[in-house]
């Protein structure tokens, strides 16, 4: 039983749907992908990339040539999501796209990574949920365990370190770590 100063913080009962917020594509197709398409994608008894392009491609998610796409990978809407070119989604990374991903090209998304475009108000009792897109800038690293809160935008060349969490901007070419995260050096081009 919920006393008065329970309801007062969070009362969950009073949540709704953001008003004018859609999933982004026909029940049809939602429940299609969460039937079959996601089911498929995260198999890991399934080897292969090139089909996990595809099969993202049918549900409308715009993916470059060129990407590799690891058994494990989660993506709550693929018609909200776009990647470049020569990009890397690795094992179990989660891309939370409530709101738009988008990768620019040859980014590499590590292990577990964890993509969140939603959250909630914790300073409302009816817990509105709170939305933001992240962009990723191309040739950026995102590596294992980290994770990008709803509105963050990751600067082209960038490093967000092992199990880093992140929201607001991370400047181009700039390595942050850390929980919050903060600049802790700047990634230097070297000719190969």
């Given amino acids: 039983m919920a006393t008065e100063m329970?309801?007062?913080?969070?009362?969950?009962r009073n949540y709704r749907t953001p008003s004018g917020w859609h999933p982004g594509a026909p029940i049809s197709r939602q429940i299609l992908w969460f039937c079959v398409g996601s089911p498929l994608l995260s198999a890991r008894w399934l080897p292969g990339s090139a089909w996990r392009v595809l099969l993202l491609r049918a549900f409308r998610a715009r993916i470059g040539a060129g990407c590799r796409i690891k058994p494990g990978l989660r993506v709550k809407f693929p018609w909200r999501l776009v990647v470049g070119e020569a990009c890397w989604l690795a094992e179990d990374a989660w891309l939370d796209?409530?709101?738009?991903?988008?990768?620019?090209?040859?980014?590499?998304?590590?292990?577990?990574?964890?993509?969140?475009?939603?959250?909630?108000?914790?300073h409302s009792p009816s817990f509105e949920l709170r939305l933001g897109p992240i962009t990723i800038g191309s040739d950026a690293w995102i590596a294992a365990c980290a994770v990008l809160a709803p509105g963050t935008d990751v600067g082209p060349g960038a490093v967000v370190a092992l199990g880093a969490v992140v929201s607001g901007i991370v400047p181009a070419g700039a390595i942050v770590r850390g929980n919050p995260s903060v600049v802790v050096g700047e990634r230097i081009s070297r000719s190969v």
Avoid: E, K, P, W
Wanted: net charge negative; proline share 0%.
């Fill in 6 to 12: 329970d309801q007062l913080i969070q009362d969950l």
């Fill in 97 to 122: 796209n409530l709101a738009t991903i988008t990768l620019g090209d040859r980014v590499c998304l590590s292990q577990s990574a964890y993509l969140c475009t939603g959250n909630h108000n914790f």
